[in-house]
Every structure is written in structure tokens, then in C-alpha cells.
């Protein structure tokens, strides 16, 4: 992964807490854990811009068996969201998706991930701004790790033709996912009225299958 800066380090970033935020870890919708390690489910995890709406998209695709909303990539263990928010904890919102690799493939999950922001916009998604914001692929394993740069590279001639600048995603090993606060977890389900800011480029990303 190439060097982002995140204006925080291990050194001054919030020392966060040594216990988890306590939540149901049981999904609002498909009833099912939010909490691995999974017995017959696959793992990915993505950042895409506010995880209320990021969320959403994932648990409405077939093959998914659960979603869950927390932070990664940053410094300070067992965040709480307003530490993420102050920019003070280096993590990105994300969301955890667990599906299943009979139903769906990995690269479905990074076309639908490339289609439904845009990733060129750095600390960013539309009005909502901070580093939390970032667009991110968290990967777990050498397979998942290949199809994610992969489908980086490709999608980057995608936009290019289309006018658009550099894509500014984050690809790295999964590090710890911390879950976010109860009320955070499947938000848009509970507040269907709620905000979502997500929103594509409205470039196809043609990978699916064909990756992998």
C-alpha cells in the first residue's frame, strides 16, 4: 500500500479504549451474526463514504448472509465515532460484509464496490469530507488481495476514458475491524429515511465473473 497521509500517527492519535463497544452482533435484517470468524462465509471488507448507505448496498445483494459497520485502517483501538469523526484515530468508516462464495464471487462485491462511489476523491465522498471518508479495499488473503488490484487497475482505464483523475483507493491487509456503535449497524433499515451520501461516478465497471 502506498503512503497516505493521515495528518495522525501512532504516536498522537486517541488512545481509544482496551474493551469493545458492546453491540447485539446479531444482523437487524437476515437475523444472522455480525461477528465472525464464519463457518461457510467468505469475508471482505470496503470503504466507500458514509457506511449508513455503504451498507445498505451490500446487504442487498444476493449471496450476502451479513453486513456490519465499524472503522479500520487507523491507530486507536475500540474507537467510538466521535473519535473517528475528529480525525484523531487515522480509521475509515467501513462496512464487513460475510457472503457467500456459492452464490456470489469476491469480484462481484469489488464491481459493485467501484460502482457505487467514486474513488478518485481522496479524504472525501461528495459533501461529506475527512479521512474517515476514504475510499478503501481491506483484504483478506493473497486471492482477495490480487482481485482487488486487479480490478483497480482496470477500472482506472474505465475512468480515465471517462475524464476522471487518478483513483485515490486504499488497498491493504485487513487489519482489526472495530464494530461501530449499535445504532450505526444497519442504520438505513431502521431509519429508512435516513441520510445516504453515497453515490457513483456513473461509469460502468465491467469486471465480474471474468475476474475471478
Request: glycine content about 10%.
Given at each position: 500500500?502506498?503512503?497516505?497521509?493521515?495528518?495522525?500517527?501512532?504516536?498522537?492519535?486517541?488512545?481509544g479504549?482496551?474493551?469493545?463497544?458492546?453491540?447485539?452482533?446479531?444482523?437487524?435484517?437476515?437475523?444472522?451474526?455480525?461477528?465472525?470468524?464464519?463457518e461457510?462465509?467468505?469475508t471482505?471488507?470496503?470503504?466507500?463514504?458514509?457506511?449508513?448507505g455503504?451498507?445498505?448496498?451490500?446487504?442487498?445483494?444476493?449471496?450476502?448472509?451479513?453486513?456490519?459497520?465499524?472503522?479500520?485502517?487507523?491507530f486507536?483501538?475500540?474507537?467510538?465515532?466521535?473519535?473517528?469523526?475528529?480525525?484523531?484515530?487515522?480509521?475509515?468508516?467501513?462496512?464487513?460484509?460475510?457472503?457467500?462464495?456459492e452464490?456470489?464471487?469476491?469480484?462481484?462485491?469489488?464491481?459493485?464496490?467501484?460502482?457505487?462511489?467514486?474513488?478518485?476523491?481522496?479524504?472525501?465522498?461528495?459533501?461529506?469530507?475527512?479521512?474517515?471518508?476514504?475510499?478503501?479495499?481491506y483484504?483478506?488473503?493473497?486471492?482477495?488481495?490480487?482481485?482487488?488490484?486487479?480490478?483497480?487497475?482496470?477500472?482506472?482505464?474505465?475512468?480515465?476514458?471517462?475524464?476522471?483523475?487518478?483513483?485515490?483507493?486504499?488497498?491493504?491487509?485487513a487489519?482489526?475491524?472495530?464494530?461501530?456503535?449499535?445504532?450505526?449497524?444497519?442504520?438505513?433499515?431502521?431509519?429508512?429515511?435516513?441520510?445516504?451520501?453515497?453515490?457513483g461516478?456513473?461509469?460502468?465497471?465491467?469486471?465480474?465473473?471474468?475476474?475471478?
Open positions: 500500500m502506498s503512503h497516505i497521509d493521515l495528518g495522525v500517527t501512532s504516536a498522537t492519535a486517541l488512545p479504549r482496551p474493551t469493545a463497544i458492546e453491540i447485539s452482533a446479531v444482523h437487524a435484517i437476515f437475523k444472522t451474526p455480525m461477528a465472525g470468524p464464519f461457510s462465509w467468505e471482505a471488507v470496503f470503504a466507500l463514504g458514509c457506511f449508513w455503504a451498507e445498505r448496498i451490500f446487504w442487498k445483494m444476493d449471496g450476502v448472509r451479513t453486513t456490519a459497520v465499524g472503522y479500520i485502517a487507523g486507536t483501538e475500540n474507537p467510538a465515532y466521535e473519535e473517528v469523526c475528529s480525525g484523531r484515530t487515522g480509521h475509515t468508516e467501513a462496512v464487513l460484509v460475510g457472503f457467500d462464495p452464490v456470489i464471487r469476491y469480484s462481484e462485491l469489488l464491481q459493485q464496490f467501484w460502482q457505487s462511489h467514486d474513488p478518485t476523491q481522496g479524504m472525501r465522498q461528495g459533501n461529506d469530507r475527512g479521512t474517515q471518508y476514504r475510499s478503501g479495499i483484504t483478506y488473503g493473497e486471492q482477495q488481495a490480487k482481485l482487488a488490484a486487479s480490478s483497480k487497475d482496470r477500472y482506472q482505464e474505465e475512468l480515465a476514458s471517462a475524464g476522471f483523475p487518478t483513483i485515490t483507493t486504499e488497498i491493504a491487509a487489519g482489526e475491524f472495530y464494530y461501530a456503535e449499535e445504532y450505526h449497524q444497519q442504520y438505513l433499515h431502521k431509519n429508512p429515511q435516513g441520510y445516504c451520501g453515497i453515490g461516478t456513473g461509469v460502468s465497471c465491467a469486471i465480474g465473473l471474468d475476474l475471478g
